[in-house]
């Protein structure tokens, strides 16, 4: 499938809603280690990486970024997810615990710098790289810069106070602008999950495909049972795929196979969506009834399904 964008042009995503929550406290790395899918605690600062927050039963809440700090964890979610994730951390935070949560959402804001040309034509400072983040001084202005865009293509993210908008406008203000829908077809297209669509407790982390986040050897977190489980039987009974399809579609449609429902659409933009499948009836390169339309199944490069393979 041709790629949304041409990344031989650098474009600028300004985020419309960005959230921040500040872990704070001696406790801090110990604390999400126990909330989440990925080991915290091993974690060194300047790196970022991604972890999921679960239910008891290993049902999905939210995919996190989440920033190593010197002496602060920052963790970036969904702007609709963010109230409920704040509630939910403060209810596990018990009186002896040295954790505090600070809301940082009215402070910052953060643009994507997306290319395959974005470091050479328009950053010209030092970049991380991989899994980390760097903090840069520019025209006064404190940036915090990590070598990822959320979509696991070629670019940065660039955090900064919100006070401060005019001076990334100066930079990088002659950019060309992607626009909310542009961003939802390349979220679809990349097969990034998002919260209250691919991101449900309908869903668990290795369903949609998460094993980025995942930590097999961490130890114990809420709902570490069941997602181990999982792992080991290889009991994963649906799993989330891109769908090609022949004409536009809602979401919400049913997907079928030979007669029997195999899945629902769960995003949709034009004429590419995101759909659950289940694991037995369906896999990659598999032609689906999606409605009125038909789908071919895809593997979108954001996700993986691990011991399950396929077709090549």
């Known amino acids: 499938m ?59 809440l939210e995919l996190a970024t989440v ?23 403060d209810r596990f935070i018990f009186p002896f615990d040295k954790v505090e949560l600070e809301d940082l959402s009215a402070h910052y804001r953060a643009v994507v710098l997306l290319g395959e040309k974005v470091e050479q034509d328009h950053l010209g400072w030092q970049l991380p790289a991989g899994n980390q983040w760097l903090a840069q001084s520019v025209q006064g202005v404190e940036l915090l810069v990590s070598a990822q865009t959320g979509l696991d293509l070629p670019g940065y993210t660039v955090i900064f106070p919100a ?10 203000g002659d950019l060309a602008v992607i626009t909310p829908d542009q961003w939802e077809g390349l979220r679809i297209h990349q097969g990034r999950p998002q919260a209250n669509k691919e991101l449900t407790e309908d869903y668990n982390p290795l369903e949609t495909g998460l094993w980025r986040a995942i930590s097999f050897t961490k130890g114990c977190y809420i709902g570490q049972e069941t ?12 799993r989330l795929w891109r769908i090609a399809l022949d004409r536009p579609m809602e979401a919400g449609t049913v997907i079928t196979l030979e007669g029997q429902k195999v899945g629902v659409l769960t995003s949709v933009k034009g004429l590419t969506g995101l759909g659950y499948l289940k694991t037995k009836l369906a896999d990659q390169g598999a032609t689906v009834q999606v409605g009125e339309a038909i789908g071919t199944v895809e593997k979108p490069p954001y996700i993986t399904h691990e011991y399950y393979q396929g077709p090549n």
């Open 67 to 89: 920033y190593v700090r010197q002496d602060s964890l920052w963790i970036q979610v969904e702007a609709n997810r963010k109230d409920f994730l704040w509630q939910w951390m």
């Open 2 to 60: 041709a790629h949304p964008l041409d990344l031989e042009q650098t474009w600028l995503y300004p985020l419309p809603e960005f959230s921040l929550i500040a872990l704070q406290g001696e406790d801090r790395r110990r604390f999400l280690h126990n909330q989440t899918t990925n080991a915290v605690e091993t974690r060194t600062v300047g790196e970022w990486f991604e972890t999921v927050f679960v239910n008891s039963t290993g049902r999905t």
């Open 227 to 238: 997602i181990a489980r999982l792992n080991t039987y290889q009991g994963v009974k649906q």
């Open 163 to 172: 006070t401060q908008q005019a001076v990334i406008d100066q930079l990088w």
